[in-house]
């Protein structure tokens, strides 16, 4: 079992930054692909970002690839979003996820863990 713990979001102004952390305990941090999804009011689960176990390769969905960097301290168990830019229509909740590969780019079934999520509302 992999628990996740997000947390950094809040509410910001459009054009503002924030940065969210995921603390990982349990398993081995690193046995496990890392990533991001969110998901927003009436609307599906989506994969924003990736990263591998020791950060050699990292991966984004291409509507946040110029605005968001994901990063992991495997030292401290957190994996890292930083979010700049930010737009009314990233106004979501943010998950922190666990996968074994890098298929999660492909979709929510690839993950194993799930964090409770954090909010994120981007004001206009």
């Known amino acids: 079992q992999v628990q996740l713990v997000e947390s950094g979001g809040g509410l910001v102004q459009a054009g503002g930054s924030l940065r969210l952390s995921c603390a990982a305990s349990g398993r081995t941090f690193t046995n496990y692909v890392m990533g991001w999804f969110r998901q927003a009011p009436g609307k599906e689960r989506e994969f924003l970002a990736a990263?591998?176990?020791?950060?050699?390769?990292?991966y984004y969905a291409e509507f946040v690839k110029d605005r968001f960097t994901i990063s992991r301290d495997n030292a401290a168990n957190t994996l890292y979003l930083q979010m700049s830019s930010l737009k009314p229509e990233d106004t979501a909740v943010y998950y922190c996820a666990a996968g074994p590969s890098t298929d999660m780019t492909r979709g929510a079934y690839a993950v194993d863990y799930w964090g409770k999520g954090t909010h994120v509302t981007v004001s206009s």
């Open positions: 990263i591998t176990r020791f950060a050699g390769n990292t």
